[in-house]
């Protein structure tokens, strides 16, 4: 659990670790971003600026000057003096941009002639390569941003100066008669963005830790919030398991005063409709202890309680278990039973064989229940050395597309409301899907609809060299005869339950005593002795657990069996720590505690 905090706690820091990561490259992106869009607004709106500024040095000055420019150009052309001509339209061009933010002007003819410029030594240069001549020249605007550490304008030399030059198309009744180039300056534009952005810069640092900060607390805030969900979740699953644990204790006690005494009754005295009215008994009372055991199933799924219980196991010994508990019930139903392993490796595995068995006692209930005539089908296939598909296959109702794809959904039922033919929780095939994706396997069906089903499970398996523990074989070793010389000691507060215990051992011709709860249990070792308990463990003045602690803690050695409507395997596990032998779950039948007697007293 400290090692979970360790992690938890690095993890929540890891992740504010990242979003202040993410919000660096986001903050630096955006200043990187920002400073790129104002250049470009900065270029744009300085090229608009000179273009108006060329419509109205267009207007205004170049009809004036257009025909000294021409013969600049024609003298140029000639190699003839132009000077005189410069200098009559120099004085007016400089005049006209005085006022502006324009450090240099040049005017080019459309053959890409410098015919006027405010640095005299550029006259006569040749820019009909220039790619923004070019595209001037199609009517098209193009500035450039540029940092000159020297530059020539009007008014005199000028060093480390941010100018943008715009070549703009001269217009006269909408025919472009030459091209202006004008050079504006904005290093005071610059140098303002610039020094906003330092100071952003600067104070980073300080945004960088309170941002950190805050990103900090709130995941804490946000983690905190959660593990008191889950810490309320999990008070609300526990008080959830403790009521059905209560429930299915409450319940089984009566269940268990049913089915044991149906089991003793004598059935060869019996007319058949009293026979078929037992049976009938017997099987109703069945029927609610599987929905009691898929009751408790589902709620240990639901707050990820559900463990399995791994030990060696033989998968043939399984199968043939489960074919003697089903080959009578299938065929007395006028059915075929087939059982068949393909490919089976005659080895141990690794595996929980309790939880197997519920997944295909699940299928092979419902294929009975299902089919009225033809056969059930059981096959265990080896698909590899450690994945093993076992497939019950039926020739009952089958079930349509619709009913396939929501079989495996808990409380989910081919047919629902008070019409349905047949009952259920709707929970044991979700406890299977459940059970299955434990054993890292999967489930599925295949089913034609007035054909038949193949309900199938794919699980994995270890292979092992241990042994089997001889308990896993008990029912289908053969029964011994138990010796009339023992005295078994009855522990249960329970009326009901202790007279159906007595009459159980009286039946086997069994000597035995009872007592009501722990204390007159240890009461009763003081006096005399027994050579094996069955120990109730919910009881008042002292429980069985630990009644059990103090008869080892004692030096007593005898078999101490729980028999409890406690029936989850936690409790099984409750009751071996505790120093019991052996687990019996009520309701229970009389050939169930003949067999573990046996067990402990062979």
């Known amino acids: 659990m400290r090692l ?199 104070s980073l640092p300080e945004i960088f830790i309170l941002v950190f900060i805050l990103l900090l607390l709130s995941v804490r805030y946000l983690d905190s919030k959660r593990r008191e969900q889950n810490r309320k979740l999990d008070i609300a699953n526990n008080a959830k398991s403790e009521f059905l644990a209560v429930m299915s204790h409450e319940i089984r006690t009566p269940l268990n005063g049913v089915i044991a005494t149906l089991s003793m009754i004598e059935k060869s005295s019996l007319s058949e409709e009293n026979k078929e009215l037992i049976d009938t008994a017997m099987h109703s009372s069945e029927l609610l202890t599987v929905v009691i055991n898929d009751i408790l199933d589902y709620s240990k799924i639901e707050a990820n309680k559900l463990e399995l219980q791994e030990k060696p196991f033989s998968l043939q010994s399984m199968m043939k278990q489960i074919e003697y508990s089903y080959r009578p019930m299938i065929e007395d139903k006028g059915l075929k039973f087939i059982v068949k392993t393909l490919d089976m490796p005659n080895q141990n595995f690794i595996g929980d064989v309790i939880r197997i068995k519920q997944i295909l006692n699940n299928y092979l209930n419902n294929a009975f229940k299902f089919t009225s005539q033809g056969s059930i089908e059981l096959y265990c296939e080896a698909l590899d050395e450690k994945t093993f598909k076992f497939s019950v296959r039926d020739t009952g109702i089958g079930i349509d597309a619709e009913g396939v794809d929501k079989l495996f959904n808990k409380f989910q039922q081919i047919e629902s409301g008070s019409q349905r033919s047949f009952t259920g929780t709707g929970l044991g095939l979700s406890i299977c899907k459940n059970l299955a994706e434990l054993m890292k396997g999967s489930v599925g069906v295949n089913s034609i609809p007035g054909k038949g089903s193949t309900f199938w499970v794919e699980i994995q398996l270890e292979p092992t060299q241990e042994t089997i523990d001889e308990e896993n074989k008990s029912e289908l070793t053969n029964r011994i005869e138990l010796s009339k010389d023992v005295k078994i000691l009855v522990v249960e507060d329970n009326p009901v339950n202790q007279l159906i215990v007595q009459k159980l051992l009286k039946a086997f011709g069994i000597a035995f005593e009872a007592v009501n709860n722990g204390q007159e249990c240890l009461e009763y070792f003081e006096t005399q002795t027994a050579d094996l308990i069955l120990m109730d463990c919910q009881m008042p003045v002292m429980d069985g657990f630990v009644a059990t602690e103090n008869l080892r803690q004692k030096g007593y050695q005898l078999p101490v069996i729980a028999l409890t409507a406690n029936a989850q395997e936690s409790d099984k596990q409750a009751c071996l720590q505790a120093g019991m032998n052996d687990f019996l779950s009520k309701p229970f039948k009389k050939d169930a505690l003949m067999e573990v007697l046996e067990r402990h007293l062979k």
């Open 4 to 202: 979970a905090n360790f992690f938890r706690e690095r993890l929540v820091f890891l992740f504010g670790l990242i979003a202040f990561s993410a919000l660096s490259v986001a903050l630096f992106l955006s200043i990187y971003l920002s400073n790129n869009y104002l250049n470009e607004e900065l270029l744009k709106s300085t090229q608009e600026s000179n273009a108006t500024l060329t419509k109205i040095f267009s207007n205004v000055i170049y009809p004036d000057i257009q025909a000294d420019l021409v013969k600049i150009e024609q003298n140029m052309n000639a190699g003839s003096d132009y000077s005189s001509n410069y200098h009559s339209i120099n004085n007016q061009i400089r005049k006209f941009v005085q006022d502006t933010d324009i450090l240099k002007i040049k005017v080019l003819s459309v053959s890409g002639l410098t015919i006027y410029s405010t640095d005299s030594e550029q006259l006569g240069a040749d820019y009909s390569q220039n790619t923004a001549f070019q595209q001037a020249l199609k009517g098209e605007l193009s500035s450039e941003l540029t940092l000159r550490e020297k530059f020539s304008t009007i008014s005199g030399e000028v060093f480390n100066r941010y100018l943008i030059s715009s070549y703009v198309p001269i217009k006269i009744d909408g025919q472009i008669i030459a091209i202006a180039e004008l050079y504006s300056d904005r290093s005071s534009s610059i140098k303002r963005s610039e020094e906003v952005l330092e100071n952003l810069l600067k």
